[in-house]
């Protein structure tokens, strides 16, 4: 009977503490090493990043302002092509992302602008180099563009029933000086109902 006790406790008897403890320390270990491979992913991100800065700012350094006078032959063409051994060789081992933000910030305010109205409502980030070259042609038809395209999207043009927009077409093609008085009375009637039809327009 006492014999079936002892083993009885035996066998309650709490597992190893010394086991436990190993255990415990080699938990922590392997957390640390976790937590010293991601500091040290974070600080590669973070050099690598202050890398690419730095030679952006050097190469940018050495690029005159892009302005586009296309009466003195300051188009964007002519601009570039004075640079490309610089994206080629200088900036090869930059990514697409960071050469975009290259020649994007060596554009002129006004020309900066006009680039970001004629790819909206995209963003000048979700294009590649090449696309953004293709992008920055600089002329007269481009320029209209630009102002089209942003006036269609500030307007949200895209969001216009059929009938309003018939009926704002129509309007626009009121051009001549004898058609102001009827261009302005049927902006008007626009503007007091929305909901005007082509038809309505036209029998006012």
């Not at 002519?78 to 020649?103: E, G, N, T």
């Amino acid at each position: 009977m006492a014999g079936n006790n002892f083993h009885h406790l035996q066998q309650q008897q709490p597992p190893n503490i010394q086991e436990q403890g190993l255990q415990i320390l080699s938990n922590q270990q392997l957390l640390m090493t976790q937590i010293l491979q991601q500091q040290s992913a974070t600080q590669l991100a973070i050099r690598n990043l202050s890398y690419d800065e730095r030679v952006l700012d050097s190469l940018s350094s050495n690029m005159a302002e892009f302005v586009y006078d296309k009466d003195n032959g300051h188009t964007f063409d002519a601009w570039f092509s004075r640079y490309v051994d610089l994206f080629d060789k200088d900036a090869r081992k930059l990514d697409d992302a960071a050469k975009v933000r290259l020649l994007l910030r060596n554009l002129s305010p006004p020309d900066h602008e006009r680039y970001n109205s004629f790819i909206l409502p995209r963003l000048a980030r979700e294009f590649t180099f090449t696309e953004t070259l293709t992008k920055e042609e600089s002329d007269d038809y481009l320029a209209y563009s630009c102002k089209v395209n942003k006036a269609c999207v500030d307007s949200k043009l895209s969001e216009l029933p059929e009938e309003q927009f018939k009926c704002l077409i129509y309007v626009c093609g009121l051009k001549s000086n004898q058609y102001a008085e009827v261009r302005m009375h049927l902006i008007n009637k626009l503007n007091e109902n929305v909901n005007l039809t082509l038809q309505q327009v036209v029998d006012k």
